[in-house]
């Protein structure tokens, strides 16, 4: 036995029994446990997707256009790969060190939206949409 994967209590029941049989058999055991983040679920990512194009709407309505290229003048909407590229991916390395949204654990959306929200309050006065949900689906 060099390897358990326990992701339920019936794989956890499992896992005890050969962790048993292995003790009684050897008298000696070196048990190492490592906790893997799950993936981000198909959910998480539709609701990802979702909130960048909210924050778009909030910030070119809000009068927030990207001005990043082309003439100081000229107003750039935002849309939601400008967001995703412009303000989402740069906190999402600094916070999780992933740089693909496909890479992030299940956990991570959500400290990502919190820090970005935080700041678009702080620095720009923007409420940022929040994080999408079953309840508060958008029509």
Known sequence: MTHLTINSAMSLDVAI??????WLEHR?????????????TL???????????????????AGMDMRRTLKPGVEIPWTPESVKDHLWRPI???LTG???????????????HQ?????????????????PSREREVA
Request: proline share 4%; glycine share 2%; with cysteine.
């Open 17 to 22: 029994e050969k962790i048993k049989e292995q």
């Open 98 to 112: 992933r740089r693909s949204t496909t890479e992030l654990k299940t956990l991570d959306p959500t400290v990502v």
């Open 28 to 40: 000696y055991l070196e048990i190492e446990i490592r906790r893997k983040a799950k993936q981000r």
């Open 43 to 61: 959910t998480q990512n539709a609701a990802l997707h979702l909130f960048m194009s909210q924050l778009a709407d909030t910030l070119n309505d």
């Open 92 to 94: 999402q390395e600094a």
């Open 115 to 131: 820090t970005l929200a935080r700041h678009l309050g702080e620095k720009l006065g923007v409420v940022c949409p929040p994080w």
